[in-house]
């Protein structure tokens, strides 16, 4: 017999029942009671039975879900021999068939790969054997499909993959979906359902397979009650109803479950049980269903909670018209700023409620939110500072715990043959027993010596890695030292991975078993436990529980994978991503740590029972009604679709129907709490997008007109702070405030009130909390003593160095002076390339001069020759040949021939267009001897005993030479450039460009140390662009001649040149025979002789203005070095400033919110104000 137990939400049904059933058992002690609930409601309901059996015990009562009832019957009537699938075995089989059948599956097999699809897939799969869609359904819902090609194609896919799995498993597993198939054809056999009285109570609907268990349990029980949730004013045997119903879900569990009764007793007596219509017809009004009219018991005594319980959702709503204050006393709503606000106030209101009323206790709240994922983290940190015991009722993922991340990194590790990126994810995966700073030295190591392989990772590291330190007898010492230890992290590490690197190429079998040897050998299980042990310690019970499962659950994993595939050989690739799908699927659930807590959950999952405070967060329109998810197998309109078309054939609901499915949950929700509801929501999501209150908020507010929303963030601070820690945050956020000055009177009052309690209460705190207040960046330059320790009184420094301290004093304190560098990489970047290019055309250049060429007259054919062996030799002794180390590498080679041919035909071509000669190639200053350009004084010796001098470093590309009928010298210098640089004369000004200019001071006093009787003059400094350029062809005919020259424009040679004409004679020949504009440089004459204001050209007197301003400026910096200036002053000049490139940026700590830092705003100046500058400081003196 079927009996139904109606009521509205808190209206007693389970109390009702529950009170029969006990009364029922104490009198009749030789019949079962069951009473089946869902999963997560087991442990309460069988608290509640005993708590209210008079004899405090269950005795002959059952409390059960469907899977214990399954396994009860199956303990009875015997097991079966099938292993039972999980969704991790499930997932494992999917992905192993999907692969055998990848060519059959055209939409689905593509995508198996990719992350998340086998879960989505395995869903589809695990849903049509939930609601009992079979080989035959499957057909019908295909020849439906026959206007939807995308909707068939994803449908026969499915049908193919559910065929083979279930081909796959047959007689040797059993989904849980098909144990309840297989429950069915044995309760027949079981004496406990035999006669029994069966309570369903707590669902909202069932499955159809769940529909077939509990038409068998009609069969066999004495009695099936099944309690629903629907008002006394519904009619819970209407055939014709609504989506729109508020108890839809009800009514339509109603019918299904009389038709269930009406063909139990059809097989039971087929000739008296006439036709359904009939049957139904008579039993709607013969029935022994209870329907609990009448007092709300749950809300007896709140006017307001049962007005909300009576119209919530009804088409008949009215508006409260009792006490406003009655009102406020049972239903808040609150608005915040943010979900973290929101959360931080909910802690708020628990806090002060507790305090109170002593009378409360924790476990009398409970909070729901709209979207746990984005709560539940903050609820859990913020519960600890309010010190509140909280429980998240939910499942938790492990894939991105530091076990998996360890097993994932081994296996990765053999799978990209040691690879940089997967051997250091493993050592630092949290399960070795590696120092972190040794890991470091290692990365250093390895990366910047390319050492990466397996046979290179098991050879005797014996290199050393490169250094800009110049190393002595202790430097030796120690690098030995070094090379034993990392040697001993190399042997270590090839030891645990040997097993899976010799077993990766076997069976499943093999390598599982290698794995699990592996795991063994790192002793992961003890350091899991340990780690178990400290969260427990620390009071994480969630955490303690993860760490304490998370082994059994690995190995439970493998045990699958090699009882499913074990003699199969796969590749290790796709042997993680089988492992990768059962990572997915393992789950570990955690109970509550303390029976007083705060139970915190979602609309649809939780199940609350005995609460008088409800708080409901995120009650936004983002959250509810909630979004169906998007995406999937078959999409929302797919579902929709199959819905109208083949309406026999039940599906998951669809997104429509999900959403009114909702909105009970949001009824049965709302009514929980005996004494208030709170809800809030936010303004502002977390990444700061503006957020509406959901239309939830909206209709309570139309039924309860004087309800208004409090802002509770706007409250005064003495009701926001609960406890010290509540203090202490408050008191950190507002500190920089107080500090600026920009707190009003009262609110500074308060603020040092509690600043004052908490220097009483933990000093230290008080005294960090003030340093970070008034933290100022004040520069304090380096003792000179220690800057002479550091730099020496004999200041060797480069130009490029010096553009460094122009740029930010401190990045060249940090890069020069603690010569601290970025990683080394065995790689070969910008930097390298520039490097070749210098190397091949020094190399070039000797070699032409070895042969007795001259560079205006060498042929293509002798210049494709000459470079390609200079190529092969550069690139073959460059970086221990990390040009041949990878394919890029070796394709690159390719690409600088052809830059560097196009370079030295360019070049030709713009040393046949002049009279300068090529003199020096690679110039070292060294060369130059000790000349004031290079050997600096930087203080007068009569000012100090030690006379500290500055000496030059550095190498001139390329210096050419040419003279003139008076035999006067000029002088000419290029610098190769793999990037296109511009000269800039305002960037001269700022110290931050003066390569160039400092190369020509040197080439000028060699040349007059050399020759002193001859003037020498300064004719060009040029950037050279490296480049073989692509040029529009347009309007040239495709004509070879003609796009070469469009080329050798292109790559004219940028700088400054002196104006004097006689000099730009001298460079480009054509001007001397009459052309107005040169295709080697930036010279265009106006048919008056004077220049075009777009040539780079500079009379003589203002460069050596230039010149001398240089020279001092380079003086001034050698000296403010030594003097120990590391101010952090960034330069910005226009759209580029110091800290863009900045490999210290993470160092020196700049931040222009906090004061004293700033950036030295460089302002754009032209070249006439630069001059005018420069000359003002020469007339004005230099020290």
């Not at 993922?397 to 940089?420: C, H, M």
């Not at 160039?996 to 950037?1023: F, G, Q, T, W």
Request: overall charge negative; proline content about 3%; aromatic content about 10%.
């Amino acid at each position: 017999m079927l009996r139904f137990c109606f009521g509205a939400s808190g209206s007693g049904k389970s109390h009702r029942l529950y009170e029969e059933i006990i009364d029922r058992s104490t009198k009749d002690t030789d019949r079962n009671y069951l009473i089946i609930v869902p999963d997560q409601f087991t442990m309460q309901t069988q608290m509640d039975i005993v708590r209210m059996h008079p004899d405090q015990g269950i005795m002959n009562i059952d409390v059960l879900s469907f899977g214990r009832l399954s396994h009860r019957i199956f303990e009875e009537t015997g097991k079966r021999t099938e292993a039972v699938l999980d969704d991790v075995g499930k997932s494992l089989i999917l992905r192993h068939v999907a692969d055998l059948n990848k060519d059959d599956l055209p939409v689905i097999g593509s995508h198996m790969h990719r992350a998340g699809y086998i879960d989505e897939v395995k869903s589809t799969i695990s849903e049509l054997m939930q609601y009992d869609v079979g080989p035959d359904q499957m057909k019908i819902l295909i020849d439906n499909c026959q206007s939807r090609r995308a909707l068939k194609s994803k449908l026969s896919d499915l049908q193919l993959l559910y065929q083979k799995f279930q081909e796959y498993t047959e007689g040797k597993y059993v989904t849980p979906e098909e144990t309840l198939s297989f429950l069915c054809k044995r309760l027949a056999a079981s004496n406990l359902v035999k006669d029994s009285v069966i309570v369903f109570d707590g669902f909202t609907g069932f499955t159809p397979i769940q529909y077939r268990v509990i038409e068998e349990l009609l069969t066999c029980a004495s009695e099936v009650i099944v309690s629903l949730e629907m008002d006394d004013e519904s009619d819970p045997y209407k055939d014709n109803i609504s989506e729109q119903e508020l108890f839809y879900l009800s009514k339509k569990t109603v019918q299904s479950l009389l038709k269930c009764e009406w063909r139990c007793l059809q097989r039971l007596d087929p000739m008296g049980t006439p036709d359904y219509d009939r049957w139904k017809g008579y039993r709607d009004l013969h029935n022994d269903d209870i329907v609990l009219k009448g007092t709300n018991y749950r809300l007896k005594g709140n006017a307001p909670m049962a007005f909300l319980e009576q119209n919530l959702f009804r088409y008949r709503a009215s508006s409260y018209d009792g006490d406003s204050a009655d009102v406020s006393d049972s239903i808040v709503i609150a608005q915040c700023d943010s979900p973290s606000e929101e959360v931080r106030q909910a802690l708020i209101f628990i806090s002060r409620m507790i305090r109170k009323d002593p009378e409360l206790f924790y476990r009398d709240f409970a909070i729901v939110c709209g979207d746990l994922s984005t709560y539940g983290e903050k609820i859990k940190r913020d519960a600890d500072t309010f010190g509140i015991p909280v429980y998240i009722d939910e499942t938790r993922g492990i894939k991105l715990n530091p076990f998996i991340e360890y097993v994932r990194s081994a296996l990765d590790i053999v799978r990209t043959d040691y690879s940089y990126e997967t051997v250091f994810h493993f050592m630092r995966s949290g399960m070795m027993d590696f120092d972190d700073d040794k890991i470091d030295l290692l990365e250093n190591y390895v990366r910047s010596l390319g050492i990466r392989g397996h046979k290179a990772w098991e050879d005797i590291f014996t290199r050393r890695p490169r250094s800009r330190r110049k190393a002595d007898a202790k430097d030796d010492e120690r690098m030995v030292l070094f090379l034993d230890e990392m040697n001993r992290m190399r042997q270590e590490l090839v030891d645990m991975i040997s097993p899976i690197m010799d077993n990766h190429k076997k069976t499943v079998l093999e390598l599982s078993k290698g794995l699990y040897e592996f795991i063994q050998k790192g002793n992961a299980g003890a350091k899991l436990l340990r780690y178990a042990e400290r969260f427990a310690i620390e009071g994480d019970g969630v955490k303690a529980d993860e760490y304490s499962q998370i082994y059994g659950k690995i190995m439970e994993l493998l045990d699958q994978v090699t009882l499913l595939l074990g003699d199969e050989k796969i590749s290790l690739k796709e042997y993680m991503e089988i492992l990768d799908a059962g990572f997915g699927e393992i789950e570990v659930g955690t109970i509550p740590q303390n029976v007083d807590t705060v139970r915190v959950g979602d609309i649809e999952r939780s199940r609350l029972s005995n609460i008088k405070y409800l708080l409901f967060l995120g009650v936004n329109d983002t959250n509810i009604p909630k979004h169906a998810s998007e995406g999937g197998i078959l999409s929302d309109i797919d579902r929709q679709f199959l819905m109208t078309s083949v309406p026999d054939i039940e599906l998951a609901p669809s997104p429509r129907q999900q959403m009114y499915i909702q909105r009970l949950y949001l009824y049965m929700n709302l009514t929980k709490p005996s004494k208030l509801l709170y809800m809030s929501y936010a303004g502002i999501s977390a990444d700061g997008k503006s957020l509406n209150p959901a239309y939830i908020i909206g209709k309570i507010r139309a039924l309860f007109p004087d309800l208004k929303v409090r802002m509770p963030g706007t409250d005064p601070i003495e009701r926001q702070l609960l406890n010290m820690n509540d203090a202490r945050t408050y008191i950190c956020m507002k500190a920089r405030e107080y500090a600026d000055g920009n707190m009003k009177e009262d609110e500074e009052k308060k603020f040092l009130t509690l600043y004052d309690i908490l220097n009483k209460d933990d000093p230290a705190a008080a005294k960090r909390v003030h340093e970070a207040a008034f933290l100022r960046y004040t520069n304090s330059p380096l003792p000179k003593a220690l800057a002479s320790a550091l730099y020496g009184n004999y200041l060797e420094n480069s130009v490029s160095r010096l553009e460094v301290f122009a740029s930010c004093c401190y990045e060249h304190f940090v890069k020069y002076g603690l010569m601290l560098d970025e990683r080394s990489e065995y790689d070969f970047d910008n930097a390298d390339l520039g490097n070749v290019f210098h190397s091949v055309l020094e190399l070039f250049s000797l070699r032409l001069e070895e042969k007795g060429i001259e560079w205006t007259k060498f042929t293509d054919e002798q210049g494709q020759e000459i470079l390609s062996e200079v190529i092969q030799e550069v690139t073959g002794e460059y970086g221990e040949n990390i040009l041949y180390s990878s394919a890029r590498n070796v394709a690159a080679i390719d690409r600088m021939y052809r830059i560097l041919l196009r370079s030295v035909k360019t070049l030709r071509y713009q040393l046949q267009k002049g009279d300068f000669k090529p003199e020096k190639f690679e110039l070292d200053f060294k060369e130059a001897g000790n000349i004031d350009e290079i050997n600096i004084a930087l203080t007068p010796e009569e000012e100090t005993r030690i006379r500290q001098k500055m000496q030059l470093h550095g190498r001139i590309d390329r210096m050419d030479i040419a003279t003139d009928e008076d035999d006067n010298v000029y002088i000419k210098i290029i610098d190769f450039k793999s990037g296109n640089k511009s000269f800039d004369i305002a960037s001269v000004y700022y110290g931050l460009q003066l390569q160039l200019v400092v190369y020509m001071n040197v080439a000028m006093a060699m040349e007059r140390h050399d020759n002193p009787d001859k003037e020498v003059v300064p004719a060009a400094i040029l950037y050279y662009h490296v480049a073989d350029p692509l040029v529009d062809a347009k309007d040239t005919d495709n004509d070879p001649e003609r796009i070469n020259q469009k080329i050798i424009k292109e790559l004219k040679a940028s700088g400054v040149i002196n104006a004097d004409k006689k000099v730009i004679d001298l460079l480009d020949k054509s001007i001397a025979q009459g052309a107005t504009e040169s295709d080697i440089l930036h010279v265009k004459l106006k048919k008056d002789g004077s220049f075009y204001a777009s040539s780079q050209v500079i009379e003589n007197d203002s460069y050596m203005a230039v010149s001398s301003y240089v020279r001092h400026k380079i003086r001034e910096y050698g000296r403010r070095i030594l003097d120990g200036d590391i101010e952090v002053n960034p330069y910005s000049l226009g759209n580029k400033n110091a800290c863009t490139y900045c490999n210290f940026r993470s160092i020196c700590g700049f931040d222009v919110s906090t004061p004293g830092y700033q950036l030295r705003e460089l302002s754009k100046l032209s070249e006439d104000e630069v001059m005018t500058l420069i000359k003002d400081e020469g007339q004005h003196g230099r020290s």
